[in-house]
């Protein structure tokens, strides 16, 4: 009966697949042509060997970044893309110093440890205190005030791979307000397990949010509340293996404590920015189809997977159609790579106050590292749907599922500029993506040359079809909650 | 041609395996019993999370490694051994300090970094100097004297995983003699590829050689010899990925500085020891059957692969024959978890003097990881050849290929005790022994219980029919070279 029911579902869906409005065979054609260049081309790859060696680690409102813009901004000239330009922005600079770990008791062990993105410090000396640990987010919301007074909390969890990435969802709490939960009920001083999903001993770090989770809970023991923030306390990320280790000594019954020594800093404003460059439209310039990734990355890695690897999917995916169509397509092309998204999306914040006012058709952002491209799913009005089928056509032999799904697509950086824009989410796999994500292994040896070439090869079809189109894919439904 | 050739070698070799002198069926019957066993039994894997968690760490010299032995004598007590002993030595402290490293031209990148065992100090503030890269180890020996001077060299090289560990002899020299050339040529700093062989982005130290590699070259530049040794330099390892960035900057062609600090120190004589536990023979208790693992680790993990692995074998091993006659085999089974093996073989050479007299009948030393059993190879005299045989058939269930290699036998440890003594080797699948090794990541979580258990079921069944036996395994045919 189930399956009667969408084998129904899928004949009443078939007219729509069967009989496009649009592209014309022509485009349909160039998009083929594009995509076997994007399997071929290695384009991407040589761009993020530059970028990780050239230039490395880019955390917001650092020089490294603003080398990082130098850097897009020279690349985008070589790559013949116009307007390249600039937009610089101000934000919080906030840099890591030592971090160090240790189980005092019952037995001496010492731990990987990194701050968390926006941690407080301890002195100089550290902290020292009993550790209580929380097996779930739940269980610390559950935990009373009052009750983590002068105590180091280790907030446990369960993550564990998935190809759609939403482990990080389901767990991701635990680092972005959990923090701010246990310095509302008193706590010192907080460690997370990692949000990874390998056994590799190298520690996640991640922005953490000490204004959301305010209202949740009363303020107690010695923590503070400054302006809308909760007073942000030591917070860290454990390896997972030392998760591992901590759950092992607390199975033991007996207390367990730790020394924390965690002393970044926020230095006052820094400078971030987001670099553009274009493809202009050949008879549609105001017309844009925005792609794009988020140039910062955390500062532990060289910022390959997340998100050199969007960035350079976004930019070889434009150099590719540069190539086959000098007069551009119908539309113009935008590349956008997005600065300060790691500490807060602030990139995407400045793009969509500077740009409200413009033509954007439609929108996709790469952030979720270098690996394959597995389905395609869009958030678009009912004229853009045979378009989307026909991108996915030409994708499917790339073993690109095709969707139905018309309620998911976006990415963070897309959000401020508006929600009538359409968009579509080209998924990656996701399976090992939290083996690296946020960790010093987020390096340019991880990234297989096929897989992004696969990526390129996507980003130039979609783009492609709908930059050389004259349909509406806006305003956009809601989108999937 | 070639496969006739092999058949008709199989064929003559068949009597030796068809009609063995030794053991009794009595014999291979409870070695089968024993064998079912080992792959049933957690008891291994129970160890080892116990020493893990409740020890760590197991540096040499150090406080941890003393309650290492502790340890160990209380489990041995628990599992019923008897003659439980703690022997100490005296070995030179080494302990690690400060370490960082980053290239500070032609762009600022930061690398992961740890000081190699004996590694000598950067000041405080470090050392910053241009870098030479030397693609190969016979580079660095070919390099002119002096041409070193005021440099810091980066030995590279291309070891790759090795079922049997074989990579590691062919690529080791870079770690065990490299920094010491190096210095002998004028260098004020030795970085090398980690002698890693996946992707991981930790560094892999080990003991390095201030002593042999002096009669090679002649000193010059700023390097000095004192005594017998060549004045160690700062000398660290940079995790594969790492090793890779400085390959991709020396490839653009320009000059490569890096700024190194290496702070570690020696703190005198520290207290290493061995701790020897023992079923003793029901008939002929003079008699040893020696297996053992080495219970020192390295700082960086918590010595679970290198050597926990080695230790709880030999342990479990013992405990299923001590349950399975409780009035002992023929012969004694020793075990011995040798002290401080990782700085130079120290716990090997003291058993060897103080055991010198005694009558070492085979010996046995698990120290190659926790993954399974694939081959036996043996170095015994011809009349041990039969029983040999019959540990091969009882233990070729288990996947471990039988070989009719003669001239492969021993361990680090196990020199020391003599030439005469019989030895057999249980090869273990070296295949990522080198990715975790002497890292971060040698951690209890790396482990498989099952591949754990099937160690423990081989060293059970090989030491049971070596000890419940009268036939002579010594003295042993010279080594292959």
Do not use: C
């Amino acid at each position: 009966m189930f399956k009667r029911a969408l084998f129904l579902a899928a004949v009443l869906a078939a007219p729509v697949w069967a009989a496009p409005v649009a592209p014309d065979a022509a485009a349909v054609a160039t998009a083929t042509k594009l995509r076997d260049q994007g399997v071929a081309s290695d384009t991407g790859y040589q761009l993020l060997e530059s970028l990780t060696t050239e230039v490395g680690q880019r955390l917001a409102g650092t020089e490294a970044e603003a080398r990082g813009r130098d850097w897009a901004a020279k690349k985008m000239q070589a790559l013949g893309f116009t307007n390249v330009r600039i937009e610089e922005f101000k934000v919080p600079l906030w840099v890591r110093g030592v971090e160090t770990a240790e189980v005092t008791a019952p037995t001496p062990q010492r731990l990987v440890v990194t701050a968390l993105g926006h941690s407080g410090a301890t002195p100089a000396a550290g902290i020292e205190a009993e550790v209580v640990r929380f097996a779930s987010f739940d269980d610390l919301v559950a935990a009373p005030a009052g009750s983590l007074n002068g105590k180091i909390a280790f907030l446990d969890h369960y993550m564990k791979p998935t190809q759609d990435g939403s482990s990080y969802g389901a767990f991701g709490a635990v680092r972005f307000v959990g923090p701010s939960i246990a310095a509302s009920k008193g706590a010192i001083g907080v460690v997370i397990r990692s949000l990874g999903t390998n056994d590799a001993r190298v520690a996640h770090t991640g922005v953490t949010d000490w204004e959301n989770a305010l209202p949740a809970v009363p303020v107690t023991g010695g923590s503070k509340v400054v302006g809308a923030k909760i007073a942000p306390i030591p917070a860290g990320a454990l390896s997972v293996p030392d998760g591992d280790l901590m759950r092992q000594l607390f199975a033991r019954g007996g207390p367990v404590r730790m020394k924390l020594v965690l002393t970044p800093a926020f230095k006052g404003d820094g400078v971030s920015g987001n670099v553009i460059g274009e493809i202009p439209g050949r008879s549609a310039p105001d017309e844009i189809v925005l792609i794009g990734g988020h140039l910062d990355s955390w500062d532990l890695g060289t910022g390959a997977v997340d998100d050199g690897a969007g960035v350079v999917i976004a930019m070889a995916a434009a150099k590719l159609i540069k190539a086959q169509a000098p007069q551009g397509p119908r539309r113009t092309v935008r590349v956008v790579l997005f600065g300060a998204e790691e500490i807060g999306g602030m990139g995407g914040d400045d793009y969509g106050k500077r740009h409200a006012g413009e033509k954007h058709v439609l929108a996709m952002e790469s952030d979720f590292g270098a690996d394959r491209i597995w389905k395609i799913t869009s958030r678009v009005a009912d004229t853009g749907i045979p378009t989307v089928r026909a991108m996915q056509r030409v994708l499917a032999p790339l073993g690109i599922n095709p969707t139905t799904d018309n309620a998911n697509g976006g990415g963070s950086d897309l959000a401020p500029i508006g929600p009538t824009v359409g968009m579509l989410t080209l998924h990656q796999d996701g399976t090992h993506y939290f083996d690296l994500h946020h960790t010093p292994d987020d390096t340019f040896d991880k990234v297989d040359p096929a897989q992004l070439a696969q990526n390129v090869a996507a980003y130039a079809v979609t783009t492609w079809l709908a930059a050389d189109s004259d349909v509406a894919f806006g305003p956009a439904p809601a989108p999937k909650k």
